[in-house]
């Protein structure tokens, strides 16, 4: 079975743009989480999403959106980007929200 | 607010020797923890889990943890190392019973293991 997959792999962006990045769950999972990992530290929760809801929000700008579909995929989105986005944005899925969660590749956003 | 201590920055270890990673947690409900692993060039990959029940855990490739509730500890241990341990490991911790369930991770523990 397929793992976790996020697109695309690598981003380079300028500050004030905005960006879309995409994940789709493994199969049958209806829970997609999103994370930040700069250099250096662990993941830290940006959202949950189970069944199309957003179910948790960390504590991260409204700079910061996302949305899950009907297919159970979701897309992370940032606007007006700022230096200090520049990280790894993984996205985890799951059967349900407290179910244990699976991490794709990542994307790595570079804003310059 | 939860928060996930691991005590330990960078470990370096020859073969064989035994491992032991400290993690600590804060959350005074019920849990679930969590292992994960990153090798060089991967994704976070599951090392082992604690739902409930026994609290020691065994995991892949040898690995395994100690769940003392009195301690607010999950330690990651492993008798005998080999070079492909080389990678870095994240406790995690989701605290049940609230609002929201996202997981809660630790700083990371860099291993490295010379042959």
């Known amino acids: 079975d397929a793992g976790v997959t996020q697109s695309p792999t690598h981003l380079i962006k300028t500050r004030g743009q905005q960006v879309t990045l995409r994940c789709s769950p493994i199969s049958g999972h209806k829970s997609v989480s999103w994370y930040q990992q700069v250099l250096g530290q662990g993941p830290q929760f940006i959202f949950q999403y189970y069944e199309k809801e957003e179910r948790g929000r960390g504590n991260f700008p409204d700079r910061f959106s996302a949305r899950q579909f009907p297919n159970y995929s979701s897309e992370l989105n940032v606007n007006a980007l700022l230096l200090g986005d520049s990280a790894l944005y993984l996205c985890?899925?799951?059967?349900?929200?407290?179910?244990?969660?699976?991490f794709g590749p990542g994307t790595r956003l570079t804003v310059l | 607010a939860q928060s996930v201590s691991q005590h330990n920055h960078h470990v370096i270890l020859s073969e064989a020797a035994s491992l032991e990673l400290g993690c600590n947690y804060s959350y005074g409900g019920t849990v679930n923890l969590f292992w994960y692993v990153q090798y060089p060039g991967q994704h976070l990959q599951l090392l082992l889990k604690?739902?409930?029940?026994?609290?020691l855990v065994k995991g892949i490739k040898g690995f395994e943890a100690e769940f003392i509730k009195s301690k607010f500890s999950f330690n990651l241990r492993k008798p005998s190392v080999q070079w492909s341990d080389t990678a870095e490991y994240f406790c995690a911790v989701r605290g049940l019973n609230q609002a929201g369930t996202a997981l809660i991770f630790g700083k990371g523990t860099t291993l490295s293991v010379s042959s």
């Open positions: 604690y739902f409930s029940g026994d609290p």
């Open positions: 985890a899925s799951s059967l349900d929200t407290t179910d244990t969660q699976y």
